[in-house]
């Protein structure tokens, strides 16, 4: 059982990236897979989430209008389509798993690294 995220790097603000969080070893039916953040110095935090099933999605509001999580099935993936990228957005990013009706995520997929400069 294992998450894997990737596609981060270095963007100049305005700009955009699309992260991945592929599963593996189980399929994601009852599951919701967050994205989180961490920038240095500073708490993780929440980003966004989404619901396999039903495809129920959950933002930030600091994202809300700028991110968007969606799903591959054909890949068990989720994505994380990142627009008009600010400083303010540079961190690590990971995902986790959540088993519906459960409140531990779990399964953290190494982070991948989003750096918003000029």
């Known amino acids: 059982v294992q998450l894997q995220a990737s596609g981060g790097g270095l963007v100049q603000p305005g700009g955009s990236l699309r992260l991945s969080c592929a599963a593996s070893g189980f399929t994601l039916d009852y599951y919701a897979i967050g994205w989180f953040r961490q920038a240095p110095g500073k708490e993780r935090e929440f980003v966004a989430a989404?619901?396999?099933?039903?495809?129920?999605?959950t933002y930030a509001v600091s994202v809300k209008g700028r991110f968007t999580v969606s799903r591959d099935s054909t890949k068990n993936t989720v994505w994380l389509q990142m627009n008009n990228l600010n400083a303010e957005d540079t961190a690590v990013y990971y995902c986790?798993?959540?088993?519906?009706?459960?409140?531990?995520?779990?399964?953290w997929g190494q982070g991948t690294q989003v750096t918003v400069s000029s």
């Open positions: 986790a798993a959540q088993l519906l009706g459960t409140n531990e995520y779990e399964n």
């Open positions: 989404y619901r396999w099933s039903g495809g129920t999605t």
